[in-house]
């Protein structure tokens, strides 16, 4: 069948004095298998981490250009503000700080009362996150995947497996990262799953994503699930990645059929996924090592050599109490 | 004449590869033809001994990076639409505007068909409908060139 397809391919090609190099079907056949070969290596193995670094890096400046009209336009809006719209939002700013500083006045009691209790309790001190705030410069282009780019990267401390937040909640997480970007997966992609606790009464739970806009799914979840709709999803912490206590979605409908032992429960995240600009990208101290291990080991020799990879990595993915029960020692 | 036509080549690839960079807001992503396939087809009916499978192919593979989706998803759609738009180059000389509209569209596609199916293979969620509408867009946007004076080797339609 090839054959006969090349064959009448060849019936409307030039005589052979014009034909330069090889013929568009041995092209076709040759690229074909390029890319193939690249995709299967690209998502079976890591070989190309570095190539794609590299790249992304000789884009930068391409990207930059890319970004000036809509900067221009932001800039020369911010310019042209009128005065007495900068007035009346100073006057709301100033009453929300005072409504906010009473309300921090009494977090400040609350947070030296809870640590109190706690060395009293002779607890693990809830371990400190790190933060960066990052804004996002490019949406993803392909429509399958739920991906953005923010202009925070390896150089500025971003770790693969940071979590990104805005002010309302959770957005998703960062997956790969570049010199001075990094490629942030978001949680409403199919491939994100996080672990999530109902603010109510404390259920544990792993929320997916759909792949769709503003629609998060609580799969396996018995049809008699204490789940009700309006009730409120935090991140419950336990997995190490995300910062416990962090909104992430409130259940829009709860659906219980007769035919399926599940309940099928429908949340819509809280985060803006896909409308804001400027995220904080929140890593928490222990996950730094696991993805410093992944990321970096391979480029120095001398470290990877002295210490075991997998010790570290076990260490690593150790739950956030053990792993602080074990730093002092 | 050559040195002047490789040089607009270089820069109309690098100009739509800057249009593609720009942050589109949701509803316009939706629409966003694919700016550098269109170059491509261009180029390859134009002048096709500059503008080769391999460059599409290499072309392709920036576009993976700056998707950043798996190496070679583009690069492999961009090859399969680039071969069908060289086998029918030396006919084109015969095709009057519409017919053109029409090849050009063919290979738009095209392009999005062996994308969809390798990302299906992927294990990627099917799309809406709506998946198709950058080819639309792309073919509006073909006219809108050659209707603005783009010479792209179509007669015009009627002769």
């Keep these: ?43 079976k193995l890591q070989y190309l981490s ?21 900067q221009i336009y932001r800039n020369s809006d911010e310019y042209f503000t009128a005065h007495h719209n900068l007035l009346s939002e ?22 030296l009362e809870n640590g109190h209790l706690r060395s009293l309790l002779n607890a693990n001190k809830t371990l400190a996150e790190s933060s960066i705030l990052g804004e996002i410069v490019q949406i993803g282009r392909d429509p399958f995947t739920k991906k953005v780019i923010v202009n925070r990267g390896a150089s500025d401390q971003v770790v693969a497996g940071a979590a990104v937040v805005d002010a309302a909640g959770v957005i ?27 603010a109510r009464n404390g259920l544990r739970a792993i929320a997916f994503g759909q792949g769709r806009d503003q629609v998060l799914d609580l799969p396996f979840l018995p049809a008699n699930v204490d789940i009700r709709s309006g009730d409120i999803l935090i991140t419950s912490g336990i997995d190490g990645v995300y910062p416990a206590g962090l909104r992430v979605a409130t259940v829009s409908q709860v659906k219980v059929s007769a035919d399926s032992p599940f309940a099928h429960i429908v949340c819509v995240p809280s985060g803006g996924v896909e409308n804001h600009r400027q995220v904080l990208l929140v890593s928490i101290p222990h996950t730094e090592s696991l993805a ?34 074990h730093a002092p020692e | 004449m050559h040195q002047s036509n490789l040089k607009s080549l270089i820069l109309s690839l690098m100009i739509a590869f800057i249009a593609t960079l720009i942050p589109w807001s949701a509803f ?31 072309v392709g593979l920036l576009m ?18 680039a071969f069908f738009a060289s086998i029918y180059q030396r006919r084109l000389v015969l095709f009057n505007n519409a017919q053109q509209l029409l090849y050009v569209f063919a290979l738009l596609v095209i392009s999005q068909i062996s994308l969809l199916i390798l990302k299906i293979f992927t294990g990627s969620a099917l799309l809406g409908w709506y ?17 603005l004076g783009l010479k792209t080797g179509g007669r015009p339609s009627g002769t």
């Design chain 2, 64 to 81: 993976d990076v700056a998707t950043g989706g798996i190496f070679g998803q583009y690069a492999l759609a961009y090859t399969i639409a």
């Design chain 1, 172 to 198: 998703g997480q960062v997956t790969r990262t570049h010199g001075a970007s990094s490629e942030v997966t978001l949680i409403t992609d199919t491939s994100l799953a996080i672990p999530v606790q109902v």
């Design chain 1, 90 to 111: 100073n006057r709301q700013l100033k009453e929300l700080l005072l409504k906010q500083s009473v309300g921090l006045q009494h977090l400040e009691a609350l947070s």
């Design chain 1, 292 to 325: 410093t291990e992944e990321w970096i080991a391979p480029v120095k020799d001398a470290t990877s050599q002295s210490k075991k990879p997998t010790k570290i990595l076990s260490a690593g993915k150790n739950n956030p109490h053990q792993a602080a029960l």
């Design chain 2, 28 to 58: 316009a992503l939706n629409l966003r033809p694919d700016f550098l396939l269109l170059v491509i087809i261009f180029w390859m009916l134009r002048a096709p001994n500059l503008c080769n499978i391999g460059v599409a192919w290499g």
């Design chain 2, 131 to 147: 998946y198709f509408v950058p080819s639309f867009s792309g073919v509006l946007l073909w006219h809108i060139a050659v209707k």
């Design chain 1, 1 to 43: 069948m090839v054959r006969g397809f090349h064959h009448k391919l060849e019936q409307q090609a030039a005589p052979a004095f014009f034909v330069r190099g090889p013929s568009s079907f041995v092209r076709l056949v040759f690229f074909t298998a390029l890319s193939i070969v690249l995709i299967a290596t690209d998502s």
């Design chain 1, 50 to 70: 570095g190539v794609r670094k590299n790249l992304v890096a000789l884009l930068q400046p391409l990207q930059a250009v890319a970004n000036m009209p809509s």
